[in-house]
């Protein structure tokens, strides 16, 4: 599968922003997509995860209540509604598939957009 990331920007604190991935090629039900995010010198971070076949949604701890996950199967796309956005969560934001499950380590994820950068201002 192949997936283009889209939809970062400068955003003032409090503000949002939605991130879109289009997947090139067949997310089969039994697949997980998800958003990961990297900021220089750190490891990527897990922040949200969607079973392709029934849409059950998962969180990292700080974007409980501020973020929204979303797929559309219809148009094999995946989204990621930012809300509240804070300065901490200024990183690269990275769409991935995983075929082996739901996993919040990157290293589970075989398919990688190329990221989107998202710039919180304070």
């Known amino acids: 599968v192949q997936l283009q990331a889209s939809g970062g920007g400068l955003v003032q604190a409090g503000g949002s922003l939605r991130l879109s991935c289009a997947a090139s090629?067949?997310?089969?039900?039994?697949?997980?997509m998800a958003w990961f995010r990297q900021t220089p010198g750190k490891e990527r971070e897990f922040v949200a995860a969607?079973?392709?076949?029934?849409?059950?949604?998962y969180y990292a701890d700080f974007v409980k209540g501020r973020f929204a996950i979303s797929r559309d199967k219809a148009e094999n796309a995946l989204y990621l509604q930012m809300n509240s956005l804070k300065p901490e969560d200024t990183a690269a934001y990275y769409c991935?598939?995983?075929?082996?499950?739901?996993?919040?380590?990157?290293?589970?994820?075989?398919?990688w957009g190329q990221g989107t950068l998202v710039t919180v201002s304070s």
């Open positions: 969607v079973r392709w076949g029934t849409g059950g949604t």
């Open positions: 991935a598939t995983s075929r082996s499950g739901l996993d919040y380590s990157y290293t589970a994820y075989s398919d």
């Open positions: 090629g067949r997310v089969f039900s039994s697949h997980v």
